[in-house]
């Protein structure tokens, strides 16, 4: 059974940082791409970043570029979003979800939420 | 990364069936047979329910059935029951990344 277990969410003042996990298990974690998907409370969807299986290839959405660093680490079966810089635009439940194919995701963590306030 | 566009609400009542429109673009959804719907309650994560615009992965039900046509994706919901009331999200793939719709909220009268 595929699961995904998010961690490290929680309260942060702007400007600081926070570190995201997404602990990987039921699948051959470094053969599929990976994603994070953030939502903006009572908001819809939006796409933050993706990473390729072998890790060499991220991408970002603008508006977290420069400031959001996704990796992952093979040997723990875990995906990670490191998080600086942050904004109060920021505030979002975080999810990581597994690529099937190109865009698609099959499989969604439950989700950490990330508030960042003052 | 233009966000897709979708209606924020529709509604019908049970039994009917009802579309779901997604409005992209030539570089993403009319480019890419890779657009994707999701399924989400609230306070769950979203789910999965058609992908690659046409395809149900297993265990969705084949009431939900997904299409294309130039730079508009659609979902239609046949035989609509009361479980399906929910927020429905599109997605499209592009090189640099996914962009999402802003999402419909369908109401089961």
């Known amino acids: 059974e595929v699961q995904l277990l998010e961690s490290g969410g929680g309260l942060v003042q702007p400007g600081g940082s926070l570190r995201l996990s997404c602990a990987a298990s039921g699948f051959a974690f470094n053969n599929y791409a990976m994603t994070w998907v953030r939502q903006a409370p009572g908001k819809g969807l939006e796409w933050v970043s993706s990473?390729?299986?072998?890790?060499?290839?991220?991408h970002y959405a603008d508006s977290v570029k420069g400031r959001f660093t996704v990796s992952r680490d093979s040997s723990k079966n875990t995906l990670f979003l490191q998080m600086d810089s942050l904004g109060v635009d920021d505030t979002a439940i975080y999810y990581c979800?597994?690529?099937?194919?190109?865009?698609?995701?099959?499989?969604w963590g439950q989700g950490t939420l990330v508030t960042v306030s003052s | 990364q233009s966000a897709l566009t979708q209606l924020a609400s529709v509604s019908g009542s049970l039994g009917q069936s009802i579309t779901i429109s997604c409005t992209g673009s030539?570089?993403?959804?009319?480019?890419?047979?890779?657009v994707s719907w999701y399924q989400q309650h609230p306070g769950k994560a979203p789910k999965l329910m058609i992908f690659?615009?046409?395809y149900r992965p297993s265990g969705v039900s084949s009431r939900f059935s997904g299409s294309k046509s130039g730079n508009t994706a659609s979902l239609t919901i046949s035989g609509l029951q009361a479980e399906d009331e929910a927020d429905y999200y599109c997605?499209?793939?592009?090189?640099?990344?996914?962009?999402f719709g802003g999402g419909t909220k369908v109401t089961v009268l």
């Open positions: 690659d615009v046409y």
């Open positions: 997605s499209s793939y592009t090189p640099s990344g996914t962009v």
């Open positions: 030539s570089s993403d959804v009319g480019d890419y047979k890779y």
């Open positions: 990473i390729s299986g072998s890790g060499d290839r991220p």
């Open positions: 979800a597994k690529n099937e194919g190109y865009g698609s995701l099959d499989y």
